[in-house]
T-cell receptor
Framework: NAGVTQTPKFRILKIGQSMTLQCTQD?????MYWYRQDPGMGLKLIYY???????DKGEVPNGYNVSRSTTEDFPLRLELAAPSQTSVYFC????????FGSGTRLTVV | EDKVVQSPLSLVVHEGDTVTLNCSYE??????LLWYKQEKKAPTFLFML????IEKKSGRLSSILDKKELSSILNITATQTGDSAIYLC????????????FGQGTRLTINP
C-alpha cells in the first residue's frame, strides 16, 4: 500500500516549457487535491476532484490544468511555465483523513 | 472567502521551554480545524478539532478550539530539538469537496 505517489521529486523547467506532475493513489479515494506551497507560506489549493471525470478550480488555478480519467490518477499540467510557478507541489487524497504525497519541487528559470 | 491567520510567523526558544502557537480563522459553515507538523517534506497530521471535540492531547502536544473566538492554540510543553518544524493550521468548511484552507504556518526553532 503505497499511499499517494508523486513524480518527479525535483524538476527544473525553462520559461515557456510544459510538463505534467504525476499523482497516483492506491487507496480508492474519491477526493483528490493539488496544493502548492511557496517559501514561508502555507499551502494553497490549485485544483481538486471529487471523483473520476469531475474536477474544479481551487484558489490559484491560473496556469494549470488537471484531468481525472481514473480514480487512481490526478495529473497536474503546466502548459507555459513561468517563474511564478516555482514552488513545491503537493498532491493529496482524502477518505477519513488527508494523505499527502511527498511533494514535487519545481523551479522555473 | 475563508481565511486562516497564524501567529507568530516565527518563534525561537530553548529546549525545555513551553510554546503556544495561535490560529484564528474565518470560514463559512465551520466543520473542523486541523493542525499539521511539516519538517522537510509533506505535512503530517497532528490533531483535528470539531464542534464535538474541542480539546485534544497527545504526549507533550495539546490543542484547544475556541469556537466563540474563532481560534485555536497548539501547546508544546518541554520542547525538544525534534519539535523544530513548521506548524500549519487549516480549516475545513461544510462544502462538498472538504477542501482545506491553510494558514501561513509558524516556523518553530528549538535551540539546545
Amino acid at each position: 500500500n503505497a499511499g499517494v505517489t508523486q513524480t518527479p521529486k525535483f524538476r527544473i523547467l525553462k520559461i515557456g516549457q510544459s510538463m505534467t506532475l504525476q499523482c497516483t493513489q492506491d487507496m480508492n479515494h474519491n477526493y483528490m487535491y493539488w496544493y502548492r506551497q511557496d517559501p514561508g507560506m502555507g499551502l494553497k489549493l490549485i485544483y481538486y476532484s471529487v471523483g473520476a471525470g469531475i474536477t474544479d478550480k481551487g484558489e490559484v488555478p491560473n496556469g494549470y490544468n488537471v484531468s481525472r480519467s481514473t480514480t487512481e490518477d490526478f495529473p497536474l499540467r503546466l502548459e507555459l511555465a513561468a517563474p511564478s510557478q516555482t514552488s513545491v507541489y503537493f498532491c493529496a487524497s482524502k477518505q477519513a483523513g488527508y494523505t499527502f504525497g511527498s511533494g514535487t519541487r519545481l523551479t522555473v528559470v | 472567502e475563508d481565511k486562516v491567520v497564524q501567529s507568530p510567523l516565527s518563534l525561537v526558544v530553548h529546549e525545555g521551554d513551553t510554546v503556544t502557537l495561535n490560529c484564528s480563522y474565518e470560514v463559512t459553515n465551520f466543520r473542523s480545524l486541523l493542525w499539521y507538523k511539516q519538517e522537510k517534506k509533506a505535512p503530517t497530521f497532528l490533531f483535528m478539532l470539531t464542534s464535538s471535540g474541542i480539546e485534544k492531547k497527545s504526549g507533550r502536544l495539546s490543542s484547544i478550539l475556541d469556537k466563540k473566538e474563532l481560534s485555536s492554540i497548539l501547546n508544546i510543553t518541554a520542547t525538544q530539538t525534534g519539535d523544530s518544524a513548521i506548524y500549519l493550521c487549516a480549516v475545513m468548511g461544510i462544502q462538498g469537496a472538504q477542501k482545506l484552507v491553510f494558514g501561513q504556518g509558524t516556523r518553530l526553532t528549538i535551540n539546545p
